[in-house]
């Protein structure tokens, strides 16, 4: 759908072209409550917290609900000051995902590391997987001797840590991470009549996210119609 026809479909749903039962919404109004649709129609497909607890790519369906929104960047890393034996993406989130896709939500990360290989033979750089750690368990990790960042057998999966505006990635000091790949889900696109923005996620979505607003708007107006609409809409997908 265009943005005009989801606010002809928005209208026709709060059946506001044969009734004068419900508060007219200015265009100002229909884009809010599109927008605030989108944005929780994204969060509960990749959590899961939706009425077939489904999270994201967990059924074909999933995969179509947000398929649009992903992307894949590489970003250098350098060495970072924050952490020992620590690498963080060179300029951060702020000097590449935000200026090409503004990032979102992760959706998972591989890196390039490098070392002096036991075997001469082993291509460099590697690429390999993360270790995922938060500030409640990065110390265990890390003082753990057969935790998996550390290289044993030219194997090894560095420990990756968010915060503010980067990604760090800590090794045990015996190899170095160059570069970082992400794969995440971008922001969704603002929707607006006027200019003119239309929805940038899957067209078989638009249908699902203007029966959302709609039930957003009814419950902003406490209508007693909000419980019967949203058993319609937990029955959408």
């Known amino acids: ?17 044969n009734s004068l039962q419900y508060p007219s919404f200015l265009p100002e109004e229909k884009d809010f409550f599109l927008n605030q649709a989108i944005r929780r129609f994204v969060k509960t497909r990749y959590s899961g917290f939706n009425s077939k607890k489904e999270g994201f790519e967990e059924s074909q369906k999933r995969i179509d609900d947000l398929r649009t929104l992903v992307r894949e960047l590489t970003i250098p890393c350098g060495v970072s000051g924050m952490k020992p034996n620590g690498y963080s993406l060179t300029g951060g989130f702020s000097g ?20 002096t290989p036991a075997n001469p033979s082993l291509i460099m750089p590697r690429r390999v997987g993360v270790t995922g750690a938060t500030a409640n368990d990065y110390r265990w990790k890390l003082d753990d001797p057969t935790a998996a960042h550390i290289l044993h057998y030219d194997e090894a999966r560095p420990l990756r840590l968010f915060y503010n505006d980067t990604i760090e990635f800590i090794t045990d000091g015996n190899y170095s991470v160059t570069n970082a790949y992400l794969r995440f889900l971008k922001k969704p696109t603002i929707v607006s009549l006027t200019p003119v923005v239309n929805c940038d996620l899957a067209e078989s979505t638009h249908d699902e996210i203007v029966a959302l607003a709609v039930q957003l708007a009814l419950e902003n ?17």
């Open 1 to 17: 759908m265009t943005i005009s026809e989801m606010h002809i479909a928005f209208d026709l749903l709060l059946d506001k072209v």
């Open 96 to 115: 590449h995902l935000f200026d090409t896709a503004p990032y979102w939500l992760s959706l998972g990360e591989e890196v390039d590391i490098t070392f």
């Open 221 to 237: 107006v406490e209508q007693p119609r909000t419980e019967s609409f949203t058993q319609l809409v937990n029955t959408m997908e």
